[in-house]
């Protein structure tokens, strides 16, 4: 484990010093360890979208009623519906694919940079450029990107909370952790990827980059996490079955009761698949289509931006939400907002935390 290895160690291992790697070592290790960065789902196309729409059970039984309806004759019906089922498609398509682009035009603004010495001189760098051996400079309030391992500290404080959930700040050391199985807690020497530097500063190697890092081990968890239904869409299934089985049952009374009076066999299959068509509830996916969009639309007016229209009546379900505070309702720090002189004159301070 690499807290148990002394700096010299570490050095040699990864054939690197204080003069940091070259540009060829770089480009060599780039190439065997890839970039910096942790898997995101690939982003589906318009089409995969569109046709994702289809995929509910309500639809179902609507494109059935499609048939019946040509099969009878009513054309003007059968069109109307796949009218509405079309509409339907096409606005949850450009909600979603909206939503989307959003969340990448997003991501794309937040960049961390990097302090690294190369071929001997202090540069910046992306974050998502730093490879195994890279030599880092860190000062206070800056992200670490990677898993490294310290070599030099001066009055080093770092923020855990992300990973550990502990609000207070862990001081930091140089020296090799002999124990094993140490925890992330009681890896004093080490500084891990999602972590923020409270205060000091410091020097440290590059030892494990993407999903090798703590932080990497964790997505790598929640992104193989299967996808459950919605709350709607389950209702929307469960109602689609009632409906069904509603019309299955009173569709072989009609028929038995047809047969009884002697009707003709193409009277009575016509008059089933009439009753068929008027059960199915055509409006139903428009209507939930609209109002979940104007949802979405309302909360995107406060900066909250939805992915998926099935989330909005997600949310609205919630009964009970458990959230850890730390990093996620605070910034575990304090944060000035006005400064009062002994002279009366006020200040208005801007920012968070320590920036």
Partial sequence: MDYQKEIDEIEKELDTNASGLSSKQVEERQEKYGKNKLPKKKKPSILLLFFKQFIDPILFLLFLAIVFSFLVGETFDAFAILFIILLDAIMGCYQENKANNTMDSLLSLVVDKT???RDGKEMEIDSSDLTIGDYVLFDSGEKITADLRLVKTDHLLVDESTLTGESVSVRKQIEAIKKE???????????FAGTTVVSGRGEAIVVKIGLDTELGKIAKHLHN???????????VSKFSKQISLFVLIIGILIAFFLFIKEVEYHEIFLSVIALSVSAMPEG??????????????KMSKKQV???????????????????????????????????????????????????
Wanted: charge should be positive; proline fraction near 3%; charged fraction near 20%.
């Fill in 305 to 355: 931006v939805v992915r998926k229209l099935n989330s909005v009546e997600s949310l609205g379900s919630c009964t009970v939400i458990a959230s850890d505070k730390t990093g996620t309702l605070t910034v575990n720090s304090q944060t000035a907002k006005k400064i009062i002189l002994p002279n009366g004159m006020e200040y208005q301070v801007t920012g968070e935390g320590y920036k």
């Fill in 284 to 297: 139903l996916p428009l209507a939930l289509t609209m109002a979940l969009t104007i949802a979405s639309s």
């Fill in 115 to 117: 302090k690294v010495i």
């Fill in 225 to 235: 996490t299967k996808e459950e239904k919605s709350p709607l869409t389950i209702r």
């Fill in 181 to 191: 199985n140490c925890s992330i807690l009681e890896q004093k020497n080490m500084l």
